[in-house]
C-alpha cells in the first residue's frame, strides 16, 4: 500500500481556498498510487486558534459541510481517501478533529484531539474522548493530532488494537519543533511496531513558522519518505504490511 502527507502553506480562515488546494493534493496522490493522503493539523483554517473559537460557527465543519465538497469529490473520483483535519464540534465544545473520507467521498470516522495543549485549552478547544480507528483495504490506522504524539500510550494503544499505521497530522515549527519531530517520530514507529506518518505544515500558520519535512517512518524507526522544509508537495511512501 502507498500512503502519502500532503503540505501547504494554508491560507488564514480560508477554508474554500484550502479545500481547493487538498483537492488537488487528493488527485495528485491517486496519480501517484496512493490509496490515502493525510493533511496536517487544522488545514482548513490555519492554525489559527483564536479566530476560530472567535467566531462563532465560521470556521468550525461537520463532516459533510459543503465546503470542503471539493474535497470529498475528489476522493471519489481519483479513488483515494483522505484524512482532512479542520475545527470541529462536539458535546463538550469546539474540538481539533480530523475527518477521514474514504475513497466513495463517505465518512468513514473522526478522530477529536485527545491531548489539547494549554493554549489551545486556553482559545477555547475542549478535548476529544475517542480512538477514530478505520479500515481500508484490510490495514487498520489510528491517528494522533500534534501534541497527542508525546504520549506513548496513544501508540501503545494502537498497536495493542491491532493498528499498523499511526497518522499523526500536526504543526512542527522551525528549530526545536524541527529537533522534536526527528525525536518523537522513530521513536513511536520502534516502540509500537508501526509505521508512522506525519503531515506538517510548511510557512506561516497562525504564530508559527512550519518545518515542512512531512514524512513517514518504517515499524524500524528509518525514514521511508520526507518532504521538503520549505515547498507544498506531496510526500509518498510504499509501506510493506504483514
Known sequence: MIIAAAQFTARPCDIEANAARMAAFVTEAGERGAALVVFAELA???YELDAITGG???LVM????PRLAPVRDACRTAGVAAVVNCAGRSAAGTTITSYVYGPDGALLTR????HVTDTERAAGFAAGTGEGRFTLHGVRFAHVICYDAHFPECAARAAADGCSVLLASSL?????GAQERREIFPALAKAGGLHVL???HC???GPYEACGLSAVWAPDGSVLAEGSATEAEVVPAGLTLG
Do not use: H, M
Not at 461537520?62 to 459541510?65: A, I, N, S, T, V
Not at 478522530?111 to 485527545?114: F, G, N
Not at 512542527?172 to 526545536?176: I, L, P
Open 44 to 46: 482548513a483554517t490555519g
Open 198 to 200: 506525519l503531515a506538517n
Open 172 to 176: 512542527y515549527g522551525r528549530g526545536g
Open 62 to 65: 461537520e463532516p459533510g459541510d
Open 56 to 58: 462563532g460557527d465560521r
Open 111 to 114: 478522530y477529536d484531539k485527545v
Open 203 to 205: 510557512g506561516p500558520s
